[in-house]
């Protein structure tokens, strides 16, 4: 067991049975279970996603904001920024202008998404509603989640651990250096 607050419950998340887990949820070159399930998710009725990934890829959060409408949800995404390749860095960059240039036309923008920047950031976390996680080895890029052998896995029915998960969104949150959105 493991003595971090952060994981009190780690036992009980393996071993409770109220739960509902999709696992193994694989990406090869030639399967794309994890993309398809983030789609699902994109596509489905939530109201507030976190995204925390230390790559993503800038057309992946473009295609994001232009498939579901941001009038009642919230958008929260921690990545990294200064050690990015140069197009990984010049495609966040495009998608903040277009996240800027998207705010002006809908000033609550600048209150649903926010982008932090945090550079220890690792794990690669989708919380949705704070009721599902979908967690693996892949980033938000199209070589993680098209071409690389990755590993992943889905949990529902989470909300008992929203503590636990806000605890962790928080400690991510507090160690990120700056904000790409809004600015």
Known sequence: MLNNPLFSNFNTICLSSEMKLEFPIITTPVKDDFLTKFQQLV?????????????????????????????????????????????????????????????????TLSQRVIWYVNKRVHAKVFIVNWESVLFGSQNLTYSALKENYELGAYFEDLAQYKSDLETFVKAVISGSTQTLFPT
């Open 43 to 107: 596509d489905s009725d939530f109201k507030e996603l976190i995204l925390i990934a230390p790559f993503v890829d800038g057309q992946l959060i473009q295609n994001l904001m232009l498939r579901f409408p941001l009038s009642e949800r919230k958008l929260t995404i921690v990545t990294r920024y200064g050690d990015l390749y140069k197009k990984q860095k010049k495609n966040l960059n495009i998608a903040v202008k277009r996240l800027t240039k998207m705010a002006r036309k809908d000033p």
